[in-house]
């Protein structure tokens, strides 16, 4: 059973910066391309980041370019997403996605003064 468990959030000012982590578990980690999505409160899901399942290419919304890193340790069968810089305009749940199936409960990110 597909299993994938966001860490992470939490509130942090403008400026500042998290460690979005995703523990995966019950498939192949390493076998499976990742994804981030979010959604804000009124808003619908939006993807953020790509990473095939080698790590070896990524893809990221306008948005996230030059601020947010996705990365993996197929070691660890865990997802990252270092967010820098952060907006309020960042401010929604994040989720972990396998991309052929699989979502995470999401954690919070909210970025406040």
């Known amino acids: 059973q597909v299993q994938l468990v966001e860490s992470g959030g939490g509130l942090v000012q403008p400026g500042g910066s998290l460690r979005l982590s995703c523990a995966a578990s019950g498939f192949t980690f390493s076998d499976n391309a990742m994804r981030w999505y979010r959604q804000a409160p009124g808003k619908e899901r939006e993807l953020v980041a790509f990473?095939?399942?080698?790590?070896?290419?990524?893809n990221y919304a306008e948005f996230a370019k030059g601020r947010f890193t996705i990365s993996r340790d197929n070691a660890e069968n865990t997802l990252y997403l270092q967010m820098n810089n952060l907006k309020p305009e960042d401010t929604a749940v994040y989720y972990c996605?396998?991309?052929?199936?699989?979502w995470g409960q999401g954690t919070q990110v909210s970025v406040s003064s």
């Open positions: 996605n396998r991309v052929v199936g699989g």
């Open positions: 990473i095939t399942s080698s790590g070896t290419r990524t």
